[in-house]
């Protein structure tokens, strides 16, 4: 929506006008000026009116801030709608400004504007399609009103609406495909193996005395007349541990570099568990809402969205190294493998790599600057797994 030319009040409604206007209506009283008298008092009548209707209808009008999603992706459209009721019997003119910090509008501005004019007890909506320009989480929503009588010879402006918080996710790029080491722990499907996974049902037989009462298949047994047990096929998993440095890329004031490497651990994280695996996610930076940057491994239908939520929240101000965050809560079930993704191989990844060493955990690290800090053979380039195209 274009932006409406702005309404300047007659300069005899302005105060330096209606003091003129009072000192000629007292001329008039003291020379018996009539048409003088009548066209001050209308003046002054006019605009005495033209306050108190703008008055009125800022106390008496109703607002509705929406968007048509909350989460979205970096170039996706955001649809924010502001609804403006008039519960008053006088038409009313108003004009919205609404800031769009993060997203971007066709005319090119910070901020989105429009104008309309309400009759009595009338709801008009104001539309703008906005686009999502970075990562992160804003509010939008909040805007400024400006309401005053229909011909603009007085308005007054205000704050009004409710901030609506809006998340963009990382942007999902192309990547590359890489080895993973697998690490099983319950074992390749179909072999014998102690540990049974609980997920993939083979079977069911005559439940046998000892056996746990969770694993009775009730429909089985209702079916058969006598207690069924599910008889399970033993699988193989792959766990992977995705972690940030966040501290790498503060010390360097590397924030494109930042968002780039984000983008990679969200492309990844999708990739990941479209293959199946079960995926984790561990970062020393702050975040918005002032959560833990933690996400336990684990697999179900909202681990990703998890993942990214957290990744989308997360800013580059570093809370503690990376180590202490990795060590401070139990992110570190058998048999997983890690990914790393950092600025550089420096002192702080060297610690972190020690430490997977000593716990037999399998590291690959993604650098954005791989020569800097010491030299590692499990150090990668992020160019290596992050393809140059971008996805739509």
């Keep these: 929506m274009d932006a409406p030319a702005g309404r300047l009040s007659s300069f005899f409604l302005l105060p330096p006008g209606l003091v003129f206007v009072g000192i000629l209506l007292f001329i008039g009283l003291l020379n018996r000026q009539q048409p003088l008298i009548v066209l001050s008092l209308l003046v002054l009548g006019t605009a005495g009116c033209a306050r108190l209707w703008?008055?009125?209808s800022r106390s008496r009008l109703a607002y509705r801030a929406a968007v048509d999603r909350s989460r979205l992706f970096p170039g996706e459209p955001l649809g924010l709608r502001v609804a403006i009721g008039n519960r008053t019997f006088l038409p009313v003119a108003i004009e919205v400004t609404a800031p769009i910090d993060g997203f971007v509008h066709q005319s090119g501005e910070r901020v989105v504007r429009g104008a309309a004019g309400l009759l009595w007890y009338q709801t008009v909506e104001l539309r703008w399609t906005l686009t999502a320009a970075r990562r992160g989480v804003f509010r939008v929503g909040r805007h400024r009103c400006?309401?005053?009588?229909?011909?603009?010879?007085?308005?007054?402006?205000?704050?009004?609406?409710?901030?609506l918080e809006v998340v963009v996710y990382p942007r999902i790029v192309p990547t590359a495909r890489f080895p993973l080491p697998r690490r099983d722990f319950f074992g390749v499907p179909g072999a014998e193996s102690p540990v049974r996974d609980p997920v993939y049902i083979l079977g069911t037989r005559d439940y046998q005395p000892g056996r746990p009462a969770k694993h009775i298949h009730w429909k089985a047994t209702a079916r058969h007349h006598r207690l069924q047990e599910k008889l399970f096929e033993?699988?193989?998993?792959?766990?992977?541990?995705?972690?940030?440095?966040?501290?790498?890329?503060?010390?360097?004031?590397?924030?494109?570099?930042?968002?780039?490497?984000?983008?990679?651990?969200?492309?990844?994280?999708?990739?990941?568990?479209?293959?199946?695996?079960?995926?984790?996610?561990?970062?020393n930076g702050a975040v918005e809402n002032g959560a833990a940057p933690v996400v336990p491994i684990g697999r179900h239908p909202q681990q990703v969205a998890t993942i990214l939520e957290a990744l989308a929240r997360l800013s580059i101000k570093p809370t503690a190294p990376l180590l202490d965050t990795v060590r401070g809560g139990n992110h570190l079930p058998w048999g997983i493998a890690c990914l790393c993704f950092s600025a550089d191989a420096g002192a702080s990844m060297t610690a972190l790599l020690d430490y997977f060493t000593r716990r037999h955990v399998p590291v690959i690290v993604f650098a954005t600057r791989?020569?800097?800090?010491?030299?590692?053979?499990?150090?990668?380039?992020?160019?290596?797994?992050?393809?140059?195209?971008?996805a739509a």
């Excluded at 400006?146 to 901030?163: I, K, P, R, T």
């Excluded at 940030?244 to 010390?251: P, S």
């Excluded at 479209?274 to 995926?279: S, T």
């Excluded at 160019?383 to 140059?388: A, D, F, K, N, P």
């Design 54 to 56: 703008a008055s009125v």
């Design 234 to 283: 033993p699988t193989q998993q792959e766990k992977i541990l995705l972690t940030v440095d966040v501290e790498g890329f503060a010390r360097h004031g590397a924030h494109d570099e930042f968002e780039r490497a984000l983008e990679a651990v969200a492309s990844v994280a999708v990739r990941l568990d479209r293959e199946g695996c079960a995926v984790g996610l561990v970062a």
């Design 146 to 163: 400006a309401a005053g009588d229909l011909f603009g010879f007085f308005a007054s402006a205000w704050m009004a609406g409710e901030a």
């Design 370 to 390: 791989p020569d800097n800090g010491a030299a590692h053979a499990d150090v990668r380039p992020l160019e290596s797994i992050v393809l140059g195209e971008r």
